[in-house]
């Protein structure tokens, strides 16, 4: 019995503990990085995210909002 409501509560505090994703409609169908112009002396890229993920975290008895995307920082190796 101890073991059942130990999953429930677990299981519980993961749901509780996900980020909402936060769709952002109007970058839905851009690139997240596109080559706009190119000249001898500089490039000129855009930037759109179609999303992020917000999460809240409550730390000192104060409430912060955490913002994160999926995969974030792969294209680090390019």
């Known amino acids: ?6 999953v429930l509560i677990l299981i519980l505090f993961s749901i509780m503990l996900t980020a909402e994703w936060i ?4 970058n839905s169908k851009k690139n997240i990085f596109e080559h706009v ?10 930037f759109a995210l179609n999303g992020f993920e917000m999460e809240e975290i409550s730390e000192r008895e104060e409430i912060f909002q955490k913002i994160s995307y999926f995969n974030e920082g792969e294209f680090l190796e390019i």
């Open 37 to 46: 112009r190119s000249e001898n002396e500089a490039i000129e890229i855009s």
């Open 23 to 26: 769709d952002i409609p109007e």
């Open 1 to 6: 019995m101890k073991i059942i409501t130990l």
